[in-house]
């Protein structure tokens, strides 16, 4: 009868130790995961008034499409300056005749960074902003012209991509010509569950053709400071997955630890019962 009643006690508590470990366990990962997740912890220590002081504004690379328009108050004058290409335009149902209107011909910048402009011939305007390219113009076209032209310039081609743990892995065309990471991020849907907010890669690629890649940490607020939290036109943002994922796409990071913590603990328990009876 006493040896019953203890191994009876010895059972129960096995049970309130084995149920101690879960409730500590499941308190220490929760507190654990939860510091995973948020974007730009500490903040109050990233002083953006004071260290954040120029706006970024992208420069012109290789490979890069221009649209570039001349304007003046007589029309004529900029014509020479406009280069245009024909382009179809739809017609209206049972009209079998095509008329063409003229349409903007993008200058594909040259791995030199060189464009052929008409009359002026090649400008160098690689690794100039939009601003420095269209006073650079300006100033080119001042002996051609009797007034000071409007020029503007519009990088057509300027796009990202954003792939790895995301809800909308894809490319995607910045009409402003400005994005930075999080805004990246927000187009592609925002991280899964399953992306390493600490482990986003950035690939890039400079002038030269160097390509680049560089580990940024989504949980710490000092990487709007970082000169990579603005994207520049082809750069490449992979959002690693876990460990989790990569195991088993089915199951989340949590639900595997609960197993594996479960499945020891039970282990445990039937091992410690079997000593004491």
Known sequence: MNKSFCNDASVRGMGRIV?????VMSLFTSCQSYKKVPYL???????????????YDAKIMPKDLLTIVVSCTSPELAVPFNLTVASPVSVAAGNTQLT???????????NAGKINFPVLGELKVGGLTKKEAEQ????KLKPYMKETPIVTVRMVN???SVLGEVARPGTFTISNEKVNLLEALAMAGDMTIYGIRDNVK???EDADGKQEIV??????????????????QNDIVYVTPNKAKARN?????STSLWFSATSILVSLASLLVTIFR
Not at 44 to 52: D, G, M
Not at 102 to 108: G, H, V
Not at 136 to 139: K, N, Q, R, S
């Open 202 to 204: 950035l690939i890039r």
């Open 41 to 55: 912890q500490d903040s109050e220590v990233v002083e953006l008034a004071t260290q954040q002081k120029n706006l």
């Open 100 to 110: 063409t209107q003229p349409t903007l011909q993008p200058y594909l910048v040259d």
């Open 215 to 232: 580990t940024l940490d989504m949980n710490k607020a000092e990487t709007i400071l970082s000169p990579y939290y603005w994207l520049q």
């Open 158 to 160: 300027y796009k990202i």
């Open 249 to 253: 796409s089915d199951i989340g990071n």
């Open 136 to 139: 650079l113009i300006v100033e």
């Open 19 to 23: 149920a101690f470990c879960l409730v």
